[in-house]
C-alpha cells in the first residue's frame, strides 16, 4: 500500500510544533516529518511520499529529499502542490493500492477517479494516534529529542560509554556498618566498660596510703608525754571535772 500525503494541508490540520532551529514553517515541517517516521512503520515509511509546496521557500531548496524513508517532494515548477499530488495520483500505476491523505476535495475527486482511497487528514491522523496513544502532535514524540535527534542517534553516538564504571566512581563503595543498637543497649555497655585510670596515679604506688602518718610522729608525741591513743580521747581528762554541779 502506497500512501501519498498532502503536506501542508496534513500540517494545518494537526497543528504541529516542530523543534530546532530555522523557520517556524522549517521547525513545524520538521515536526511533522518526525512524527510520521515514528507513527509509521518502516515499511510504511518507505512507502509514503509526503508532498509541500515550494511557493515562498528559500533559495537551495531541493525537489526531492529523503526523511528516514519517507520521500519528500516540493512542489518546484507547479503553482501549488495540489497540482503536483493529483499528477501523482495520476501517474500511479497501482491507484487502488494508494491512500490520499489530504482535506482537498480537488484530491478526492482526483483519487476516486482512479479508484484510489481518500481520507481527510484529521482522520488520518486519529488513527495513527490510535494505534500508539503515547505518540501525539503538538509535541516532540517518543524517539524525539529537543533539538529533533532521535534516540536511536544517542544511543548509536553514546553506545560505547561504560554507565557502571561511571557510577563505580560518582558513588564509591561504603563498607558495611555494624547494625544500630538500641539506646537502652548503649547505655548498658557504657556502664559495664572499664572505666580508663585517672591520669597520675597509673604508675603510683599505693602502699604508702595504708598509714596516713608519716614515719616517726608518734616519737614526737611521745616526747610530748602523749601518745597515739590519746589522740582517740580529744577531751583532756580533767574536762569532766571541771564541770559545774548540777
Same mark, same amino acid.
Not at 513545524?28 to 517516521?37: C, I, K, P, T
Not at 515562498?56 to 518546484?76: D, H, W
Not at 602518718?213 to 616519737?219: A, Q
Given at each position: 500500500?502506497?500512501?501519498?500525503?498532502?503536506?501542508?494541508?496534513?500540517?494545518?490540520?494537526?497543528?504541529?510544533?516542530?523543534?530546532?532551529?530555522?523557520?517556524?514553517?522549517?521547525?513545524?515541517?520538521?515536526?511533522?516529518?518526525?512524527?510520521?517516521?515514528?507513527?509509521?512503520?518502516?515499511?510504511?515509511?518507505?512507502?509514503?511520499?509526503?508532498?509541500?509546496?515550494?511557493?515562498?521557500?528559500?533559495?537551495?531548496?531541493?525537489?526531492?529529499?529523503?526523511?528516514?524513508?519517507?520521500?519528500?517532494?516540493?512542489?518546484?515548477?507547479?503553482?501549488?502542490?495540489?497540482?503536483?499530488?493529483?499528477?501523482?495520483?495520476?501517474?500511479?500505476?497501482?491507484?487502488?493500492?494508494?491512500?490520499?491523505?489530504?482535506?482537498?476535495?480537488?484530491?478526492?475527486?482526483?483519487?476516486?477517479?482512479?479508484?484510489?482511497? #481518500?481520507?481527510? *487528514? =484529521?482522520?488520518? +491522523? &486519529?488513527?495513527? !494516534? $490510535?494505534?500508539?496513544?503515547?505518540?501525539?502532535?503538538?509535541? %516532540?514524540?517518543?524517539?524525539?529529542?529537543?533539538?529533533?535527534?532521535?534516540?536511536?542517534?544517542?544511543? #548509536?553516538?553514546? *553506545? =560505547?560509554?561504560? +554507565? &557502571?564504571?561511571? !557510577? $563505580?566512581?560518582?558513588?564509591?563503595?561504603?563498607?558495611?556498618? %555494624?547494625?544500630?543498637?538500641?539506646?537502652?543497649?548503649?547505655?548498658?555497655?557504657?556502664?559495664?566498660?572499664?572505666?580508663?585510670?585517672?591520669?597520675?596515679?597509673?604508675?603510683?604506688?599505693?602502699?604508702?596510703?595504708?598509714?596516713?602518718?608519716?614515719?616517726?610522729?608518734?616519737?614526737?608525741?611521745?616526747?610530748?608525754?602523749?601518745?597515739?591513743?590519746?589522740?582517740?580521747?580529744?577531751?583532756?581528762?580533767?574536762?569532766?571535772?571541771?564541770?559545774?554541779?548540777?
Amino acid at each position: 500500500m502506497a500512501i501519498l500525503i498532502d503536506g501542508y494541508n496534513l500540517l494545518n490540520a494537526t497543528g504541529v510544533e516542530g523543534t530546532g532551529t530555522g523557520t517556524e514553517l522549517e521547525r513545524a515541517r520538521r515536526g511533522l516529518l518526525q512524527f510520521l517516521a515514528s507513527a509509521l512503520t518502516p515499511g510504511e515509511c518507505a512507502a509514503t511520499t509526503i508532498v509541500f509546496d515550494a511557493q515562498g521557500a528559500p533559495p537551495g531548496l531541493p525537489n526531492q529529499e529523503t526523511f528516514r524513508g519517507i520521500t519528500v517532494l516540493f512542489s518546484k515548477g507547479y503553482a501549488e502542490a495540489d497540482d503536483l499530488v493529483e499528477e501523482l495520483i495520476a501517474s500511479d500505476h497501482a491507484p487502488r493500492s494508494l491512500v490520499v491523505v489530504s482535506s482537498d476535495h480537488r484530491l478526492h475527486r482526483a483519487a476516486r477517479r482512479r479508484r484510489a482511497r #481518500a481520507i481527510d *487528514s =484529521d482522520v488520518w +491522523v &486519529s488513527q495513527l !494516534e $490510535s494505534r500508539n496513544p503515547a505518540r501525539k502532535f503538538g509535541g %516532540p514524540t517518543a524517539t524525539e529529542s529537543p533539538d529533533g535527534e532521535s534516540v536511536e542517534d544517542w544511543l #548509536a553516538e553514546f *553506545s =560505547d560509554i561504560d +554507565v &557502571s564504571a561511571i !557510577e $563505580s566512581e560518582l558513588f564509591p563503595a561504603v563498607p558495611p556498618q %555494624p547494625p544500630p543498637t538500641s539506646s537502652a543497649e548503649s547505655e548498658a555497655e557504657a556502664r559495664d566498660a572499664p572505666s580508663p585510670p585517672k591520669e597520675g596515679l597509673r604508675d603510683a604506688d599505693l602502699t604508702g596510703l595504708q598509714n596516713p602518718f608519716p614515719e616517726g610522729f608518734g616519737d614526737e608525741l611521745a616526747e610530748e608525754g602523749e601518745s597515739l591513743d590519746d589522740l582517740a580521747n580529744p577531751f583532756p581528762a580533767e574536762f569532766f571535772d571541771e564541770r559545774p554541779d548540777s
